[in-house]
C-alpha cells in the first residue's frame, strides 16, 4: 500500500493512475480517496493522477491529539505528497475541505500550482455565520464520537446541500453516505475541530488573493447555498478567476454531476496549458454598466 510520511510522522496513503502532467486531487471532509474515482478514471486516460487519504481519514495515520490537524497541516500535506512523488507543479483540484486546502496551497506554495480548481468551497466562510459554523462544527464532532461514524453518516449525508446528490442518483448516495459510515469517528472529529473550526475565513485572506496569479476555477451548485457568496468573492477578488456554477446542484459536486465537472475541468486545463486563461481584462470594469465615452 503506497504510502507518503510526512514531517511529522503521520503516513498517507495515495494512489495513482496514468501518465503525463499532474492533477492532485484533495477530497473533502465527507469523502476520502474513494471520493475522486469519477476523476481518476476520466483524467488518467492523459493525466497522471494522484489522490489521497487526508490525516484521519484511514488507511491514512489517525493522529490522536486534535492539535495535529490544522488548516496548515493539511497543506503541508498536499505539499508532502507532490514531495514524495517528485512533482514539481500540478494542477490541484480541492473539494470544500479540500478546496480550501487549494486555495492555502496556492497561497503559500504558488511555484507548485499549475492552476487551481476550488469547488464547493465557502463553508464558515461568511462572517456572519462565522460562529454559527464553529458551534455546528464542533457539534458534528460530538456526534461522531457519541454515535461513530456508521451511524451518524445517514444524518450528515442527508444535509441540505447534498440531498441534491441523493435525488439524482441514490444509488451513488448510498456508496458516498456508507463509505462515509466507515470513516474514523476519531479522525472525523478531530479534522472538524482542527481544521473546520479554526481555519479562517476566505474575507480574511483578501489581500492575500488579490495578489494570487495562479490560474483558478471555483466551481459551486446553485443549492449549494453557503457556497454561492464566497465563490462570487472569490471570483471578484482572484486575478485568473473563471466562476462556473451549476444549476439544480447541491455540494457534492464531482460525484453528483460527474461528467459536466469533468468536461469541465478538461476545458480549465487546456485553456491554462495553452496560455489562454489570463487574468481578467482590465477594460472590463465592474462598475461599468455601459460605456459612453
Request: charged fraction near 25%.
Amino acid at each position: 500500500m503506497p504510502q507518503v510520511t510526512t514531517d511529522d510522522g503521520v503516513n498517507l496513503h495515495y494512489e495513482e493512475a496514468g501518465q503525463g502532467d499532474t492533477i492532485l486531487f484533495v477530497h473533502e471532509f465527507g469523502g476520502d480517496h474513494r471520493s475522486w474515482e469519477p476523476q481518476m478514471r476520466f483524467f488518467s486516460r492523459r493525466y497522471r493522477c494522484v489522490t489521497y487519504g487526508a490525516r484521519g481519514y484511514p488507511p491514512s495515520d489517525v493522529p490522536d491529539p486534535v492539535d495535529a490537524y490544522s488548516q496548515g497541516r493539511a497543506v503541508s500535506d498536499a505539499v508532502a505528497v507532490l514531495d514524495h512523488l517528485r512533482v514539481d507543479q500540478a494542477h490541484v483540484v480541492g473539494l470544500s475541505m479540500g478546496g480550501f486546502a487549494a486555495v492555502h496551497l496556492g497561497l503559500d506554495h504558488p511555484q507548485r500550482a499549475r492552476s487551481l480548481v476550488v469547488a464547493g468551497c465557502g463553508y464558515g466562510a461568511e462572517k456572519s455565520l462565522e460562529e454559527y459554523f464553529r458551534g455546528v462544527s464542533l457539534e458534528v464532532a460530538r456526534q461522531f464520537e457519541t454515535l461513530g461514524s456508521e451511524a451518524f453518516a445517514p444524518t450528515y449525508a442527508a444535509g441540505a446541500a447534498r440531498v441534491q446528490f441523493q435525488g439524482k442518483d441514490p444509488r451513488g448516495w448510498q456508496e458516498f453516505a456508507r463509505w462515509l459510515g466507515e470513516h474514523s469517528a476519531l479522525g472525523a472529529a478531530n479534522t472538524m475541530r482542527g481544521v473546520q473550526a479554526r481555519r479562517p475565513s476566505l474575507y480574511d485572506l483578501e489581500d492575500r488573493l488579490r495578489a494570487m496569479t495562479v490560474p483558478t476555477l471555483i466551481v459551486n451548485g446553485d443549492e449549494d447555498d453557503h457556497c454561492l457568496q464566497p465563490g462570487l468573492f472569490l471570483k471578484r477578488t482572484i486575478p485568473a478567476s473563471g466562476l462556473l456554477v451549476l444549476p439544480k446542484t447541491g455540494h457534492t459536486l464531482n460525484l453528483e454531476e460527474p461528467d459536466v465537472f469533468n468536461r469541465a475541468l478538461a476545458e480549465f486545463f487546456a485553456q491554462v496549458e495553452h496560455g489562454r486563461w489570463e487574468r481578467r481584462d482590465p477594460r472590463a470594469d465592474p462598475g461599468q454598466v455601459m460605456r459612453t465615452s
